[in-house]
Each structure stands twice: as C-alpha cells, then as structure tokens.
C-alpha cells in the first residue's frame, strides 16, 4: 500500500466492528495508468449506516499542455482542464473531507500511488491515513467471476451508473462497502488509527463534472461483467486497473484501432510488457467468445463485433471458425433480482459466477424475475414481468430452477487473525469531525460513553489470597535481613557473618516474589 494509505482489511472473520465509523469513499481520473496526473478527483463521506454526509468533486487541471490521457475512457477533454482548478488548490478541501474518517478505494494501491505522486510534486506531507479496498474485501466476501466496480456493484443491486466519473465511481465505492459491512458482515481486522492532517486554504472555485447516467447496456458491457478473471492471468494493482480501463472502453461495443493503441501505450508506460498485454487481451476476446457461444447462438451482431474488438486488440486469432448461428440451438436466461437482502446479493453473486446474464433493469428480454422477502407484494415491477411473460419466483425458488448451487464459500479465505480478546466492540474513533454547515473547518468532539445499565453494580475486588501475603511478608523479611547485612558490615562485623546474613535475604527476597508471581 503507498505511503499516503495505511491499508485495513475488512474481513468475515475481522475482530472489530465497524460501530459508527465514517468512510470516505475517493475516486481519481487520471492521464494513464502510471506515472500520471489526476485529471478528476471525488470524495463521498459515509456513515456505515450509509447516510451521506459530504461530497465533493471537481476537474483537476494537471498543468498546461498536458495530454488528459484516454478520453475515450473518462471522456474529460484538454479544453475542460484548461478551465479547471489545479491540484494544489483544491488538496485542501479533499482532506478536510477525508480527515477522521478511513478511506475507501476500488484497488486503493493504485488510487493511493496517484495520491503520493501528486502530493509529492506538491511538496504537501500527507501522514499515512487507513484506508480500506472494496476490490479485495469483495474477493474475500463474494463468489464472482471478476471483481471489477461494476461487477461487483452488479452483485450488490447497484443499478446503472456513469462509469469512469469520478463521482459516480465514488458513489457506487461507498454503497459497495456500506452493504459489504452491513449486510455481508465484514468487520476490521484491527482498529483504525486516525491523524491529523494538514490544513490548506480552501479553494476559491471548483470545476465539478455533469454526471450523464448511460441510457442503456449492451449486449458487451453485459459478457465483460461476466468474463471469469481467471481468464487474464496473475493479478495485482496494475493489471486489475488496466483490465477496469479495458473493460470499460469494451462495454459500448466500440474500440477503435486508435483507442486501443492508446490504451496499450498507457500499459507499456506502467510496466506492463507485450507478453502481458497479450495475456490479458487473448483472455478477454476468448472468454467472451466462449460467453457468446455458451447459449448455441451467435448472431450476425455478436460476430461483427467480436471481431472488430479481436482486431483492434491485435488477437484475431482467438476467434478463428466464429460463424454466425441465428437458429437458437439454446435458451437464454436473463434474471433479475429484486431486493437489498444478503440472500438477494448471493443470488445476483451466483447468477453472474454461473456465466448468466443479470438485467439491471426489467425489460423484455428478462426470462426470470426472482423477488426478496423484503419486497412489497404491491411492487409494479412483479406484475409487469408477469405481463413480459418472465417467471416470477422467490430467492429460494429461483435457485432452485436455474440449477444454480447454495452460495458457494468466499474465492479467497479471510485474512488470519488472532482469537477475538475480551474488549467492547469498535463502536467509534476516539474523535470524529462535525462539519457544519457555514465552516469549512473540523470540530473535534468526543463521541458519548457507552451508557451504563440502569441498576448495574460494578463487581467488588477479589481481597488478596493467604500465598500473597506470605509471599510479601517474604520478600520484606528478606529486604530487612539485606539491610540489616549493610549496616553491621558498616559497624565492623565480620565478613564471613555479614556475607551469610546477606544471602539469606537475598533469597527471602527472591522466595517471596515467586510466590507473589504464582498467587
């Protein structure tokens, strides 16, 4: 983890519970993968009920002439920068968002080596604030063939939302961890530590971007949600980021010959060699061939774009005898689930680990609508999907028809900890920032003291046991044998006396401390 972010798991078998401690979910834009500048930064500040309390966002101006990086990606233009604050004038408001609370990132290493990067060319000191990675914890909480942020946000109910905008990014982190905690019951597996951070003017103008949420999937977007990570190989902070950048310039069915040079150019000046390159881009086109072929249908749509993407990738090999096949040699099925329930979220976990296609949203291609126990009966879209002709089943009920097993164990186990000590749980930090409404600075006050039980009497103190007190008395014998040594050898007693006495204090002293110890 960089310096800037301390990491703290969040894990099924964690010791201390979240309580009432705030998260704040950060999302960066950046010029490429790394090195590069922040081209956009966002923050969204939680409590772990959920409840919004702050956010923040603006277009950051990484310096004249610099390149934005992949457009095509974040779609943030060189003319929108010009007009945009610089990092430096506005670090200070994205602290003040931050301070007292643990920090919440998709692949928070990568996110927190921008954050380094761009503090160091500041000169800014920024001390290591904890910092949690929604990636990992749901590889430790969640069965799912991938673990990009929209896959997972797909296996938690979050719907649709504007990918690679910062603050759509950071909104979708924040309810990924909230429901992680909540539902799933990821706790901490050691206490958050909180410092202070540096103070900064705040800034005189921001530049926040318009959120557009997309209108619609495609037919892609839905097969990169589903394309097994096992399908590029060895994993790690660089790779899970250009396999999100990748995927998500694939999720509108267009990558052009340019687009993917880019995004190659962006790898190679991370590290990444063309051995890696190819690894990743032969797995991606083959699973989604194999995705594409798993219902016994290609159609002419599928084809065409299929191979469009393995040529601009340069891997048109990996789809040699692809033909079209309009008659349906198969069944598709396309679930929706309805409900915000840990039963819910394993289902939607299955239904995608399954290789089949979760909806977003009910339309006329859905097969299966499967509703929660805390779904109103009078929810419209039960009926409508009766009207579609889906079959409308239970959680239960719907596993059960689409063969798919009990939820299966966590892809990873959690993180070894130590048997959990006799201590009250996590409730909160020692200090929490209240922000109010005409401040723009931190007022620390101290959270309550858990309230003590109407009639409660503290236990009375076990009196000391009779091995105690002998072994005191001991040890006092033997201190008083050593004195009185040191004053008759003062007085002109003998040697040979005085060395006697002295060793029978000597172990007095030490007699009676064992028995102490013991006692």
Known sequence: MAETVENLALTPGGRFAVGTTEFTAIDFETTGLHPGHVVEVAAVRIRADGTVLREFSTLVNPGPGVDPGPAHVHRITRRELDGAPYLGEVLGDFLDVCQGSVLVGHNLPFEARFLDGESGRLGARIPAMPGVCTLAAARRALRLPNYRLATVAEAVGVGEFAAHTALADAYVCARIVTTLVNTHGLRF????????????????????????????GTWMADFVDRVPEAAFGATGSLQDAYVELLGNALADRHISDAEARALGAAASAAGMSDTDLHRVHTGFVKAMRELAESDGVITAEEE??????????????????????????????????????????????????????????LTASVTHLAVGSGVPPAEPRIARAGELGA?????????????????????????????????????????????????????????????????????????????????????????????????????????????????????????????????
């Open 189 to 216: 597996t050691e206490r958050p530590v909180f410092p202070e951070l540096p103070r900064f003017a705040p800034a005189r103008r921001l530049s926040p971007r318009r959120v557009v949420v997309p209108s619609g």
């Open 304 to 361: 065409r774009d299929l191979h469009a993407v393995a040529a601009a990738l340069r891997v048109p090999e990996t789809l040699h005898g692809l033909r079209v096949t309009e008659a349906a040699s198969g069944v598709r099925r396309r679930v929706l689930v309805l409900g915000a329930g840990l039963a819910e979220d394993d289902l939607r976990a299955a239904v995608l680990d399954a290789g089949l296609q979760l909806a977003k949203k």
């Open 391 to 519: 079959k409308v089943l239970g959680v239960a009920e719907a596993r059960e028809e689409l063969g798919l097993v009990p939820r299966p164990a966590p892809v990873s186990a959690p993180i070894p900890v130590p048997p959990p000590a006799p201590i009250p749980a996590l409730v909160a930090p020692v200090h929490r920032p209240v922000y109010a409404a005409e401040q723009r600075t931190a007022v620390f006050v101290p959270y309550p003291q858990p309230p003590v039980p109407h009639g409660h009497i503290p236990p009375a103190p076990s009196p000391p046991s009779v091995a105690l007190w002998g072994g005191r008395a001991l040890m006092g014998f033997g201190v008083l044998l050593m004195f009185i040594t040191v004053l008759a050898l003062f007085g002109g007693a003998g040697l040979a006396a005085g060395v006697f006495v002295g060793v029978l204090g000597v172990g007095g002293l030490l007699g009676g401390w064992q028995i102490a110890v013991r006692a």
